[in-house]
Antibody, heavy 120, light 107 residues
Framework: EEQLVESGGGLVQPGRSLRLSCATSGFTFGDYAMSWFRQAPGKGLEWVAFIRSKEFGGTPEYAASVKGRFTISRDDSKRIAFLQMNSLKTEDTALYYC???????????WGQGTLVTVSS | DIQMTQSPSSLSASVGDRVTITCRASQSISSYLNWYQHKSGKAPKLLIYAASTLQSGVPSRFGGSGSGTDFTLTIYSLEPEDFATYYCQQSYSTPLTFGPGTKVDIK
């Protein structure tokens, strides 16, 4: 069974950093692009970033709202995807989800999410 | 950026009802359209991909259709576990974008 488990969320002050992890099992991690999404309180789903598989260059893509502040990466040997979040803003407060997939794909399965709260 | 709209934004329905949700893209996205079900506090669930293909394990009461700019998700006979928020999402180009969601609740 494919599983994704996010971790690393928490309460952080504006301007600080946080690193999220997405641990996976049940599928050949290296064959898949990995993505991060988020849902702010009372809002809908928003794509944040994805990173392609090594076969397709391992290149990342970012939403405009996080470009230059967030960095997505992957460790295929440990089957983990990461989201390094720097210069956090209050508007980054959200439940962050990881999933497999990228552009032209669909996203399945998803993890349960990890909550990030940016507040002073 | 491709903008996605959905209608209605919310609806009330009864068990056994047929429910139709529409999604429109601001430009043609071919069939690069996916549908997700999301219940609060839970992982979003893929229902339909490539506009009309039912994801493995998803009940056949869910169906998708459309191409280009106009798409439809149909729940042919609503079950109690179907009360949730439904999102369409385009994967034609980055930035990947979602519709604002349609909340289906109990009448």
């Amino acid at each position: 069974e494919e599983q994704l488990v996010e971790s690393g969320g928490g309460l952080v002050q504006p301007g600080r950093s946080l690193r999220l992890s997405c641990a996976t099992s049940g599928f050949t991690f290296g064959d898949y692009a990995m993505s991060w999404f988020r849902q702010a309180p009372g809002k809908g789903l928003e794509w944040v970033a994805f990173i392609r598989s090594k076969e397709f260059g391992g290149t990342p893509e970012y939403a405009a709202s996080v470009k230059g502040r967030f960095t997505i990466s992957r460790d295929d040997s440990k089957r983990i995807a990461f989201l390094q979040m720097n210069s956090l803003k209050t508007e980054d407060t959200a439940l962050y989800y990881c999933s497999t997939g990228e552009v032209t794909n669909w996203f399945d399965p998803w993890g349960q999410g990890t909550l990030v709260t940016v507040s002073s | 950026d491709i903008q996605m709209t959905q209608s209605p934004s919310s609806l009330s329905a009864s068990v056994g009802d047929r429910v139709t949700i529409t999604c429109r893209a601001s430009q043609s996205i071919s069939s690069y359209l996916n549908w997700y079900q999301h219940k609060s506090g839970k992982a979003p669930k893929l229902l339909i991909y490539a506009a009309s293909t039912l994801q493995s394990g998803v009940p056949s009461r869910f169906g998708g259709s459309g191409s280009g700019t106009d798409f439809t998700l149909t729940i042919y006979s609503l079950e109690p576990e179907d009360f949730a928020t439904y999102y369409c999402q385009q994967s034609y180009s980055t930035p990947l974008t979602f519709g604002p969601g349609t909340k289906v609740d109990i009448k």
